[in-house]
């Protein structure tokens, strides 16, 4: 394979970069709207048309912000903390092709900064790094809020990272590779039953389910934004940070919830594959374009809808989440996907099988959703006054 | 193979630049207004009372952390299973569930004993 032309990595890596830069401030505009509009307020509606121009307005003024650097800081730490966030979340986006083929001065390329053989890899190693930047602003603020919500949020993280992880896998088995295209392509074609996509979301539900609630977590989002827990931590990690530094630790935020709706999208929604509805060829090359900004926009919804509609979740509840249920899940899922593929290529089930098989998947599902949730609520119920030992102890004394 | 890579550095350059370029510009155009109160640490108003650098905390967070590395190995075990798993066929599978069946036999132990337990 010859190399194309220096202009045509520069060319990708700008619309890329431009790409991403421009649905975050997008989605911060969307969140704002959207997030007004279920507490029946405006949002942000005088800069520019529906207030669209918010976000670039509110960057500008970040710069004439002072940057307080507090005396009792790591320097060197502190200030690389939130540049780490935000370079590991733009080198993240390397590998998600934003759209098809594009030919371009006689040059056919796609459009992706780079198609690496290990590209899905990529993707969990650079959101490994992001726990770093945390993590770093927490412990380099030498101060007691930014270090508790630090831990906090990087053992949220490495906790939903492995379900994450193991969620993947079971992508790997089906596509049989890494590379991003190789995962594309097996996504293309029919899937069950003809006219449908065959997108892995179909048929690994469970590890697509386990991987968006892995999403949110991991991004830090509502209901599982406990790094930011107002009510108990002030800002979490970066309330020693203001100014321009605070505002990198936001992009970099908002920017994981346009990065993991773009994974989820190329891993299990077919990335931008989609009808092309049989345009000519000079405007084709819009239409792969249109379905992943389609497919990418549905999920960044998706998280705003999520900050509108739940509460914070608890610490312990969350812990449980990933620990318990979203990491077992997530194994048991790649054992019994890689038990299938086998399967299939001995011939595969009988159609009846298929179905007892599912029939038995779903008592499972249920039984464990009537057993497993009665427990944990009685542990959640606020203890009466009256029964509680340390009161009763202490009423004692007093008496 | 490295020249896979080239683009990933142009990306790395631009987005330093970008980042690096913000705080740059911010730290030029912004003003600097320092006094005693901003700079030390904040504590919702009172008079900074913790010395963080020794400070403890709960030892639950070394328990996910030894956990996380435990699962994070097994994951980094299962990739290239994944991938190169149609070759191994159902002896790969056999392994891989030894594997795992081991481990989940230590993690029902852990949460057994109560050490993914938050009070």
Redesign the interface.
């Known amino acids: 394979m010859e190399s194309p032309p220096l202009w045509v990595p520069l060319f990708t890596t700008i619309v890329v970069f431009a790409f991403f830069l421009l649905s975050t401030a997008l989605l911060i505009w969307a969140e704002r709207r959207v997030v007004a509009r279920m507490q029946t307020r405006l949002g942000p509606n005088r800069v520019g048309p529906l207030g669209i121009l918010q976000t670039l307005v509110d960057g500008v003024k970040m710069f004439f912000k002072e940057d307080i650097t507090p005396g009792m800081v790591n320097k060197p730490v502190y200030t690389l903390a939130p540049l780490v966030g935000v370079i590991a979340g733009f080198l993240a986006i390397a590998v998600i092709p934003i759209g098809g083929e594009v030919t371009l001065f006689g040059e056919t390329f796609t459009l992706v900064v780079a198609d690496l053989h290990v590209g899905a890899l990529w993707i969990l190693a650079l959101g490994s790094i992001h726990v770093y930047s945390v993590f770093l602003a927490g412990w380099a603020s030498n101060s007691p809020y930014p270090l508790l919500g630090g831990i906090r949020s990087s053992a949220q993280m490495v906790s939903y990272e492995i379900a994450m992880g193991l969620a993947v896998a079971s992508v790997f088995i089906y596509a049989g590779s890494l590379r991003i295209s190789d995962i594309i392509e097996a996504q293309a074609g029919d899937g069950l039953i003809p006219g449908m996509p065959g997108w892995f979301a179909i048929p690994l539900l469970p590890a697509f389910l386990v991987f968006v609630v892995g999403m949110v977590a991991e991004a830090g989002r509502p209901p599982f934004d406990l790094a930011e827990a107002e009510g108990e931590l002030v800002g979490g990690f970066n309330t020693e940070y203001s100014g321009m530094r605070f505002g990198m630790f936001m992009l970099a935020e908002f920017m994981q919830v346009v990065t993991m709706s773009a994974i989820v999208v190329t891993l299990f929604l077919g990335g931008p594959s989609g009808p092309t509805f049989g345009l000519p060829d000079a405007i084709a090359w819009v239409m792969p374009i249109f379905w992943f900004s389609l497919k990418m926009s549905l999920f960044i919804f998706f998280f705003i809808l999520l900050r509108g509609a739940l509460p914070r979740a608890r610490y312990h509840r969350l812990m449980d989440l990933g620990w318990k249920v979203l990491i077992p899940v997530a194994l048991v899922w790649t054992m019994v996907t890689a038990a299938f593929v086998l399967l299939n290529e001995l011939g595969g089930l009988a159609t009846e099988t298929r179905w007892v098989l599912a029939g038995i998947a779903g008592v499972i599902v249920i039984g464990l959703l009537v057993l497993g949730s009665s427990p944990d609520d009685a542990s959640d119920a606020p203890v009466p006054p009256d029964e509680d030992p340390a009161a009763s102890d202490h009423d004692k004394v007093t008496s | 193979?490295l020249?896979?890579?080239?683009?990933?550095l142009?990306?790395?350059v631009?987005?330093?630049a970008?980042?690096?370029g913000?705080?740059l510009?911010?730290?030029l155009?912004?003003?600097?207004?320092?006094n005693p109160t901003?700079?030390?640490?904040?504590?919702?108003g009172n008079e900074?009372l913790?010395e963080?650098?020794s400070?403890r905390?709960p030892v639950?967070?070394y328990m996910?952390?030894m956990?996380?590395l435990i699962?994070?190995i097994e994951?980094v075990f299962?990739?290239p299973w994944?991938?190169v798993?149609?070759e191994l066929?159902?002896f790969g599978?056999g392994q891989?569930?030894l594997f795992?069946a081991i481990l989940?036999v230590a993690?029902i132990y852990e949460?057994g004993r109560g050490g993914?337990?938050?009070?």
């Open positions: 193979m020249a896979e890579f080239l683009p990933i142009l990306l790395f631009l987005a330093t970008f980042a690096g913000s705080l510009v911010s730290s155009v912004g003003p600097r207004m320092p901003k700079l030390s640490a904040y504590e919702c900074p913790a963080v650098q400070a905390f639950k967070f996910v952390a956990l996380f699962f994070d994951a299962i990739f994944a991938v798993f149609r066929g159902w599978l891989m569930a795992i989940g993690f949460i993914l337990e938050w009070d």
